[in-house]
């Protein structure tokens, strides 16, 4: 693993995807600000200052893509929330990776491909992680109540002992993860994870989706059931 650290980029994704073909198969991009910092549907992910931590980990596992890929998310919010255990909280996970700390987020997770033809030329994994901030600010992201570590523990956080522990903790395991897949870590999703056996709403793109919450299975998809039917979502929002 080498790590890349920016003053201030537009957006550690983009700038991954952009300078992809230089980048070595386990690089940390991180960026002390972002100024088009991007999340998941296309919304945006508020800078919240140079002291929390803006990080994309580029991946280039194989040349074809296989199926556990996107399931990287979910392995990357259960370190996520690892992490934030060590530092005495007990987060939840919110299908499919986000990561809240009494309902409130502190953690966002945005993965994208690279492909050429049916080639995969890498696998960006966007993080963002609130450290240090404080409610003014925080009130300034406007689709979803946020924390930061810092407001949850009433004391500064070092950003370079955090990102040392979360990067630690993701390769420990990613190897494995990637030759067994979701179910590797699917009870230790399943123990942090918030909404299970209730009534939920979905938004997919433009459309909303709702029912019971009957399970996440072993590939990390939600199982809902409405009118005795049950169906299955890859991807969606929990609104
Ligand atoms: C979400 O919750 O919608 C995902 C947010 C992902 C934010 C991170 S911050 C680092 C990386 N660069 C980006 O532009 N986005 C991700």
Redesign the pocket.
């Known amino acids: 693993m080498s790590i890349i650290k920016l003053k201030e980029v537009n957006?550690?994704?983009?700038y991954a995807k952009e300078h992809l073909s230089e980048l070595a198969d386990k690089t940390v991009i991180i960026?002390d600000r972002?100024t088009?910092?991007?999340?998941?549907?296309d919304?945006v992910?508020v800078d919240l200052g140079g002291d929390n931590?803006?990080?994309?980990i580029v991946l280039k596992p194989s040349d074809k893509f296989l199926n556990v890929y996107p399931n990287l998310t979910q392995y990357l919010s259960v370190v996520v929330c690892k992490v934030l255990e060590y530092y005495g909280l007990q987060p939840n996970i919110k299908w499919p990776?986000?990561v809240l700390i009494k309902g409130k987020?502190i953690?966002?997770?945005?993965s994208e491909t690279v492909t050429q033809g049916n080639n995969l030329k890498g696998i960006v994994l966007?993080?963002?992680v609130n450290l240090n901030s404080d409610n003014e600010t925080l009130s300034s992201i406007k689709d979803k109540e946020a924390t930061a570590l810092n407001i949850e523990l009433s004391r500064d956080i070092d950003k370079d002992e955090f990102t040392e522990k979360l990067t630690s903790e993701f390769f420990r395991f990613y190897d494995e993860f990637l030759r067994k897949g979701f179910v590797f870590v699917r009870d230790e999703y399943l123990k942090r994870a918030c909404f299970l056996e209730s009534e939920i709403s979905v938004r997919v793109f433009n459309d909303v989706k709702s029912g019971f919450v009957k399970s996440i299975n072993d590939d990390g998809e939600l199982v809902l059931e409405n009118d005795k039917k049950e169906f299955v979502l890859t991807m969606g929002d929990i609104l």
């Open positions: 957006s550690t994704n983009l960026a972002q088009n910092g991007r999340g998941r549907f919304r992910w931590l803006f990080m994309s990776n986000d987020k953690s966002g997770i945005l966007g993080l963002g």
